[in-house]
Each structure stands twice: as C-alpha cells, then as structure tokens.
C-alpha cells in the first residue's frame, strides 16, 4: 500500500511536466516494487519501454522521487513485469478487442451530481443501446472533471455486454500519430480498416485535431462511414464543437447531429462523495473535516481533488503522521490558499477578450490579423503567469498552436513592458482583476 501510495503521487506530478500522450504511453503503465536504501526498483512492461523512459524520463523521476522522499542519490532500476511483460506472450484475442479502455473507469464508480448528471444518463444509454441512441454522442467540459471516465464507462460496459463487439478508444492524439505513421509507411489501407470495422469508436480530446488538416480528412470519412453502419462515435472536448474555430465546418455539423451534452465542475456535495469514495479504495482515513476542507479549497477539477488525497496519503503512510486539518493544511500549503480565487484559462480568455473588445473565439483561433496579435500574447502571458500550465498546454487553448509561439509571446510581452507603460497598466489591472473575481 505504501509503495503505492509512493508511485501515485510520484506520477501525478511527473505527469504536470509532460504531455498527456507521453505520460499516458510510458508512464502510467509503470509500477513501484521496492524502495531498499538508496535502492529502487521500478516495473516496466518490457525491455524498450525500460531503455526509453531510462533515456528520456529517468532524470524527472529521480529528481521527484527524491524530493518526496527527502533522500538524495536514489539508484533507480528499470525492471521488466513478468506479469504483463515480454516473458508472457500476447495477451488474448477478448482482451484486444477491450483495447486500452481503462476497467476501474465503470458507471458504478462515477460519482454523479448536478452537473454531470444529464452527461451520465446520456453515456448510460448509449452504452445500452450503441448506434441507435444518440449517434454521436458528443460529451465537453473543462480538463478533469469526467469525460474519460465516462468514455471509459460506455467502452467497458459494451464489452461486457458482448465480448466479440469491436470497441475502439483513443486520444485524438493517438488517432493523428497513427494518421501520420500510416502515411510515412504506405499503411493507409490497414489505418482505415483498423478504424472503419469497429463497433464503437471513443474519441477522447478531439479538440486536438484543430489544424490537422489531413487528419480531420480521415476522421470525416471514417466519422461517416461509422455512422452509415450504425455503429457508435462518442466524442469528447474541453469545449464546444462551436468553439472549435480549426475544425472543418462538415466536421463540426457532425458533432452537432448527434446529442451534445456538458460537463460543468462538481457542487461542494458532489466533490465530498468523490473525495470519501476516492478515500475508501486507496485505503486512506479521511476525517469529515478534512474532506471539507479539500472540497471547499480545491475548485479547479477532480483530478487535483484526488491528486490532493493521494498526496495526503502518502504523506501519513510515509510519516505516521494522523490526518488532521492542520497536516492537511501545512503538506497541501500550495494547493489550498485561503481567499485566493484560482484563475482558469478560461477566466483570463473571457478578461482579455473583453478588454480589447474582441469575440473570444477570435482569441482562440489561429488567425494571425494585427488586432490579434497583441492581445493573444498578453493572453499567453497571463496563462503563463496565473496558472500551473506548460507552454505546450497554453498553446493548445489557442488553436493548437506549439510551445515556441506561446514562449516568444511571452517574451514579446516581458519587453514591451519595459518599453510601454500602458501595457504593464493593462497587465496589472487584468491581473488584479482576475485574482479579485
């Protein structure tokens, strides 16, 4: 339970400094074994997956690991998993066909309140009745607050109705990457009937196909060759299809023809039932004042609401330390800010859009016209500044764009407020309005 608690909390951070697709791929199929010394073993599931994330993620692992166990010079051991490793060949045609739908992620552990309820009755009868009831079904809401649970939940539940059913679950991502590779290696043919002989296809993040023209071309045609079979898309975005100003039209129309549903943050009830059911499954005791404390604190999604208990966990399995709403306090001091609003992209969108006067969805987009160039900046700059975002997911509220161009506006807006008064009078005043909302 220890060595767990240890390895969750170690991957919620690790996951803040690299993007989700990478994290999703190499890291979170990892596992703690042992910590002996300065001794630690680490499960992988074969031997590549060991080279790469020694090659490229071995330094960030060291470095958190050894700042949340307050020990230096860790000696980490990539180790193969003979569980679910190379030394136990292919995994069954039934577990295939399940693809890499998450089984922890069900109706039954969804937690449903006032504002996922009509997202959750939705996603319940799709996965009931696939391809005859709401096709697609589009789901959107901000980072953290269920979707890929819920695609998760329709995937699992189909399977377990049958067992020979196709489903497919993905990242838009995902989806790109295999768009690209089976370019680059003449594979189209295989990519279209890996995609358009499927019983579901679950789309997670579909915002990021914003741009990608050729990949918004092969989503089209397998969107319509799916839905002319009656077979099940559901799709899901941290914003609304009419908010995607770099998606085609026709694929837009698309997302729209089917049943939209949102996803708005959880009421303080709702987060208090998460945060105890969270609670019980790790193994954690959790005072009701503390919950309370978490749930009144904590606004931004679930995701940093459990993130939060997890880190309370390891803590007082790691010290011995009860969990009080004085511990809970001190370990979670950069979290839990008392009368300090937390700023959202979203909030710093709406405040600069409306200071200069402009459509937030001009904001967004790519267009690259001289009324948009300074304000967007300031706009990055803001996210940069007010919020726990990386470059590369700063760019990706603003039509995709990549951490270069999010980095040199930065820049930009750092210099002219030495050059121009004015605009280090705007970035103040925004700023304090922001925090003060």
């Known amino acids: 339970m ?4 240890i390895w969750k909390q170690l991957l919620s951070q690790v996951e803040a400094h690299i993007n989700r697709q990478s994290f999703e791929t190499w890291l979170k199929p990892t596992s703690l074994i042992s910590i002996s010394g300065k001794e630690v073993h680490v499960a992988v599931p074969n031997r590549f997956f060991g080279e790469w994330i020694k090659e490229h993620y071995h330094a960030l692992i060291q470095s958190t690991l050894e700042k949340e166990l307050g020990e230096e010079g860790l000696r980490i051991t990539f180790i193969v998993d003979e569980k679910t490793g190379e030394e136990n060949p292919g995994a069954p045609e039934r577990e295939r066909r399940r693809g890499s739908l ?10 449903v309140g006032s504002s996922n309820q009509f997202a959750h009755a939705a996603s319940r009868k799709v996965a009931e009745r696939p391809g005859t009831s709401y096709n697609p079904l589009f789901l959107y809401g901000g980072v953290g607050l269920g979707k890929t649970h819920l695609l998760s939940a ?10 020979q059913l196709r489903i497919v679950y993905l990242s ?10 089976s370019i680059r290696y003449d594979k189209m043919i295989e990519f279209r009937n890996k995609y358009r002989n499927v019983d579901a296809l679950l789309i997670d993040d579909i915002q990021f196909i914003s741009g990608k023209e050729r990949t918004q071309e092969e989503f089209f045609h397998t969107f319509n060759t799916l839905y002319e079979a009656n077979k099940q898309v559901v799709i899901s975005s941290d914003r609304s299809a009419k908010e995607m100003s ?11 023809m089917g049943l939209i549903a949102d996803i708005q943050p959880p009421d303080l009830e709702t987060k208090i039932v998460i945060l105890r059911r969270k609670a019980e499954t790790e193994g954690i005791p959790l005072p009701n004042d503390v919950a309370l404390l978490l749930a009144t604190h904590i606004k931004t999604n679930i995701r940093e609401l459990e993130g939060a208990l997890i880190r309370l966990g390891a803590f007082s399995s790691l010290t011995g330390q009860e969990i009080t709403v004085e511990m809970a306090k001190r370990v979670l001091r950069d979290t839990i800010q008392d009368k300090k609003r937390v700023v959202t992209i979203e909030d710093i969108q709406r405040a600069v859009a409306e200071r200069f006067q402009m459509k937030l969805i001009e904001l967004k987009s790519k267009k690259r016209t001289k009324n948009l160039v300074v304000p967007r900046q300031i706009c990055m700059y803001l996210c940069r500044e007010l919020t726990n975002l990386s470059f590369p997911e700063i760019g990706k509220h603003f039509g995709g764009k990549d951490h270069s161009t999010v980095i040199h506006a930065c820049k930009q807006v750092e210099k002219g407020m030495g050059e121009d ?7 103040d005043s925004l700023i304090q309005n922001l925090k003060e909302e």
């Open 246 to 256: 770099d998606i085609e039209e026709r694929l837009r129309s698309r997302f729209e």
């Open 154 to 163: 329709i995937g699992n539940f189909i399977y377990a109705r049958d067992p």
């Open 102 to 111: 998450n089984p922890r992620y069900n109706f039954d552990s969804f937690v």
């Open 172 to 181: 838009s991502e995902q989806f790109t990457n295999d768009v690209i590779n």
């Open 2 to 5: 220890q060595l767990e608690l």
């Open 421 to 427: 008064f004015n605009i280090k009078t705007t970035l």
